[in-house]
Structure formats: C-alpha cells, structure tokens
C-alpha cells in the first residue's frame, strides 16, 4: 500500500486523491480530528466534491464523545485496508497522524489498562494546577513523551504520568523503541514538507479560509450539540475557536493565535518524520509532476 504523511498544509489530501485515481485507488484516513463528525472545516476533511467519488475510508467514523486511541485507529484502519485490497484496489493511508501510522505500520505499544484511582488524582491535580503545569512535570520526567504533547492536551498528560507512574518506564522511550518493530505491511511512505518559508504562508492561507468558510460557527455548533469538554475541541485550531466562541480572546487575535498554535504543531510533526524511515521525502508538486515518483511507486506496486 502507499502512506502519504506529513505536517499539516503540504498537500497531502491532494496527492493521495491524484495517485488514487492514476493507480486505482482508495484513501484511508490517518487523521486524529476528521475521525469525528461534525469536526469538518477546522480538520480540512475533503469535502464530497474535492472527493469526485473517490472513496474515503476512517473519516467520520465517531462522534466527538466516543474513545478513540491509536489501537482502534489501527484495527478500523485494517479492516478498511483489508476491504480495499480485497476488491483489487490500492489502499492510500494519508494523513498527519504520526502515532497512528506508526500503530498501523509497525503494531502498537503494550501499555498497562488505565488506573482508574491514578487518573482521577491527576485529573484532579490538572484541574486544579492548569495542565501546563503538569506538563512541565512530565517534562522533568519525559522530555520525549512531553515534545510530542501540547501543554493543554490534558489527556495525553496525564496518560503519560500514569504510565510511568505503573510501570517506572517512559512513555517516550516506549514508543521509540516500538517503533524499531517489524513492519505489518509492506509500504510506500512518501512524507510531504515544504520550505519553511512557505509553509508558514500556506498555513495562514488556510486558517484564513476556514475562517471565512464558518469555522466559528461550526465550532458554536458543536459547543451547543457535544459540549466544551469533548477531546476534539483541544485539538490545534479548535481550542483556539473555542475560547474566541466562549468570550476569552477577540475575533481579532483568533487567527494570529490559531495560526501560532498551528505552526509550532506543525514543527512537532516534522520533528515526528524526521525520525521515521520513509521511501521518499519529497514537495506535493514535486510527486504531482514527476513521472519518475509514480513510475518508482507502479514499480514498487508490481514487486508487492
């Protein structure tokens, strides 16, 4: 199967859906907000006429109150990737997922079940200090887990203090070394960057047009319907609308915030590749032009 990967704003959608309809294709998602309904505009989930009747596998999957975590990302994805090439088609894993793709391409870390009396008292320590503030400890405990988790994804925090807090390991350390696992599938990993430069610009672009698009009021939407709390409202970009839509910051400072939040997360994510092993890194117009790039992919299809 192909995996088209990356930082957020390099393209990815658009390469997927032009290698799938030269190679018969279809998408799988690995995206961590376009899992959930109702979360469209902010996620950039492709819209049915940017689709043109590709199929779009792991979109709109829950809703926005359901668990969902890297195993069941990985055992949906799987079914998904199964049914495709079942039907003589090629599977495109696209998105900017890093944990997820690794679950799906390399297995996932055997973590201990969740301590229900630990995680309370964390909660309830987050609550009370801010979840920067237990960020910073998990900093002093885990620079690893703590570089790849925002200060206020109280969740991964947390989860990532109680792991530790059962086992004394990491949970950095862990998922290093899982990602050193045999591979499940065989793939063609192509990740997506631009200069930095202009990545930046196409990241302002494109908060821009979610804007304009009614990012706000579909953020009010889903305030009214799911309330505050669901975890998609902290993802990049919504925690930002969110607190504009609950009076905390101006309409003014929302897409200098959002584009701030945005941009350092999209640094992670390229942190986050820069680690793994890939087939090819390459700018979204560079594979869209290059006969070479879908000649090196048809190959490595026919060797599959």
């Known amino acids: 199967m192909l995996v088209i990967a990356g930082p957020s704003a390099t393209g990815k959608t658009a390469v997927a859906l032009s290698l799938a309809r030269a190679l018969g294709g279809e998408l799988v998602g690995a995206d961590s907000v376009q899992v959930y309904r109702g979360f469209d505009i902010g996620s950039a989930k492709p819209t049915r006429e940017e689709l043109g009747g590709t199929p779009h596998h792991l979109i709109d999957v829950v809703d926005p109150d359901a668990p969902f975590d890297a195993a069941r990302y990985a055992s949906l994805a799987d079914r998904a990737i199964e049914d495709v090439a079942a039907r003589g088609r090629i599977p495109i894993v696209v998105g900017g997922t890093g944990l997820w793709i690794r679950a799906l391409l390399r297995g996932r870390v055997e973590l201990p079940r969740p301590d229900a009396e630990i995680r309370a008292r964390l909660d309830e320590e987050a609550t009370r200090l801010g979840a920067p503030a237990l960020h910073a400890r998990l900093a002093g405990i885990d620079a690893l887990a703590a570089g790849a988790i925002h200060p206020n994804d109280q969740l991964r925090i947390v989860r990532a203090l109680e792991v530790h807090e059962q086992t004394g390991e990491k949970l950095g350390e862990l998922r290093a070394k899982h990602a050193l696992g045999a591979p499940r599938y065989e793939a063609f990993v192509v990740v997506l960057d631009r200069e930095r430069e202009a990545l930046d610009e196409a990241i302002r672009a494109r908060i821009r047009a979610m804007l304009v698009r009614g990012w ?38 929302l897409e200098a915030l959002a584009y701030k939040s945005t941009r350092t997360y999209t640094r992670r994510q390229r942190t ?22 879908r000649r090196d992919i048809a190959a490595f299809l026919e060797r599959c």
């Open 216 to 253: 706000v009021d579909e953020v009010r939407a889903l305030r009214e319907r799911w309330g505050p709390e669901v975890r998609a409202m902290q993802a990049v970009g919504y925690r930002e609308v969110l607190a504009h839509v609950e009076g905390r910051i101006g309409g003014a400072e």
């Open 272 to 293: 986050w590749w820069a680690g793994e092993e890939v087939a090819l890194r390459a700018r979204a117009e560079a594979v869209l032009g290059s006969d070479e790039v």
